[in-house]
């Protein structure tokens, strides 16, 4: 059993920075994909970013070059540093793992991030 727990969301200006972080509670094993969602009101959730237990990472078109996903293994915690944050980065942010031996996906409970002036 995997659990999720998000934090460090908040209310940031326009160009802002802000480190949203993902505790797992459980073990990550070979194979798992761990991501970040994200879902704005009256939107649908979307992935944003993901990194392998490999280390690969992969990001959408709107969040490229600007967030940056990672993972420390020993404290087995994910983070998104989110640089240049627009207010269409406005949403609640979840913490995402998939465990593709399974098909199982693993939730936290979202952290709201807020961009505005």
């Known amino acids: 059993q995997v659990q999720l727990v998000e934090s460090g969301g908040g209310l940031v200006q326009p160009g802002g920075s802000l480190r949203v972080s993902c505790a797992i509670s459980g073990s990550i094993f070979g194979g798992d994909v761990m991501g970040w969602y994200r879902q704005a009101p009256g939107k649908q959730r979307n992935l944003i970013a993901y990194?392998?237990?490999?280390?690969?990472?992969n990001y959408a078109d709107s969040v490229k070059g600007r967030f940056i996903i990672s993972r420390e293994i020993a404290k087995n915690t994910v983070y998104l540093q989110m640089n240049g944050l627009k207010p269409e980065d406005t949403a609640v942010y979840f913490c995402n793992v998939y465990r593709g031996s399974s098909s199982m996906n693993y939730w936290g409970q979202g952290t709201q991030v807020t961009v505005s002036s």
């Open positions: 990194i392998t237990t490999g280390g690969s990472t």
